[in-house]
């Protein structure tokens, strides 16, 4: 049988890492800057993760959630504890585009409305309401389509009034940073606007952190630059360090009932463990101050090179756009320096999405090879 062939890939094949440090089959290093999509938050087997999943497994791995898991709730304290939010209630699944799915889907039980409010360049997700919520159309097949989505312009205050005015929008969602799009982000006058007018209209605001949040922008998460409060946050990437892990956050008057959201594997022992050895770090190795503290560091470097139009992001969700596409740029960041980055749908920008527990010195390594190539 083949794969299903829906991947460019480059002629790398990582049999192991460690921290920030991917080495190939061939036993050449690799600086991992990216993180397998933002994935990777606190280092490639970090020794308190692996000793978490293994104890973890030693006892058991996974039951279904007919049955009592006290990991999640004490993942749910955690959680509400180190991020502030303590006041939600917590549903998990196993990835950032079911969060998405739950999300949306809560949103309209919860209104008993169903068209969807999102923003030009946005990216949810590629199951159905999500990816129909995604601003692009080649991922989006007929049957997606049938989904009520409207899109906007970051910014436009006149049209997002208008649209909630109608009275038919079940949810407005909306990233505080782009990471597909191209890292652009709404203004704090933008985003609060945002919050009032979905409680003037009965609107629920769903906040997708699925990549923006666990610490990566410097704060919990993304939306706490801008001091609103939404109703449901969305959540993956690196909640796991790499294990399949997602959920929703979601405000007290939001009420469940049984059967009204499921899933098999989300929330299994696995999982809770790997999340929990997650925060575990976050708060031990106080990462959050380092993200904050090197995204600051890495702008001060770039924006002394010329060819650099623009940093974007915060923290450790960055992107370099340029006046050129970056996919010639990326390749050769790869193969002649050892250094991973990612690209976005604006393909000027470089996107920088690194363990959160990197120092000056990979960023530098970075900024060298960088250099070189631009030279």
Do not use: W
């Amino acid at each position: 049988m083949e794969l299903f062939d829906v991947y460019p890939l480059y002629d790398i094949t990582p049999v192991s890492a460690l921290g920030s440090t991917i080495i190939d089959d061939a036993g050449k290093e690799y600086l991992d800057l990216y993180g397998g999509h933002a994935v990777i938050s606190i280092g490639h087997r970090h020794p308190h993760y692996v000793q978490r999943l293994k104890n973890q497994l030693d006892r058991i791995g996974f039951y279904s959630n007919a049955v009592q898991n006290p990991l999640q709730k004490q993942l749910a304290s955690k959680l509400g504890v180190l991020s502030g939010c303590d006041s939600y209630q917590l549903f998990l699944c196993n990835s950032g585009a079911e969060a998405n799915e739950n999300a949306l889907k809560l949103a309209s039980f919860h209104t008993g409305k169903s068209r969807v409010l999102a923003f030009n360049n946005s990216f949810h997700g590629r199951t159905s309401a999500a990816v129909a919520a995604t601003d692009n159309p080649a991922i989006n097949a007929p049957i997606n389509k049938q989904q009520k989505v409207t899109f906007l312009a970051l910014e436009d205050i006149a049209s997002l009034e208008s649209e909630l005015k109608k009275g038919d929008v079940c949810a407005v969602i909306l990233e505080a940073i782009q990471g597909v799009g191209g890292l652009d982000e709404p203004s704090t006058k933008f985003y609060q606007k945002v919050a009032s007018a979905c409680k003037t209209h009965r609107a629920v605001l769903i906040a997708d952190e699925v990549q923006s949040g666990f610490g990566r922008s410097g704060e919990f998460f993304a939306f706490q630059h801008h001091g609103i409060t939404p109703d449901i946050i969305s959540i993956a990437k690196g909640m796991g360090n790499g294990f399949p892990v997602g959920g929703i956050m979601i405000q007290e008057q939001i009420k469940p009932s049984y059967g009204l959201l499921g899933t098999t594997f989300g929330g299994n022992h696995l999982a809770c463990a790997a999340t929990l050895a997650v925060l575990e770090v976050l708060e031990q190795e106080d990462l959050l101050y380092n993200a904050a503290g090197l995204g600051a560091y890495f702008r001060e470097v770039a924006i002394t090179i010329p060819q650099v139009k623009r940093v974007k992001g915060r923290g450790l969700m960055l992107g370099l756009e340029f006046d050129f596409e970056v996919g010639e740029l990326r390749k050769k960041l790869i193969y002649n320096h050892h250094i991973f980055t990612g690209s976005a749908k604006d393909k000027k920008v470089l996107r920088i999405l690194p363990a959160l527990n990197i120092n000056k010195a990979h960023l530098n390594q970075f900024f060298s090879a960088l250099k070189k190539e631009l030279s």
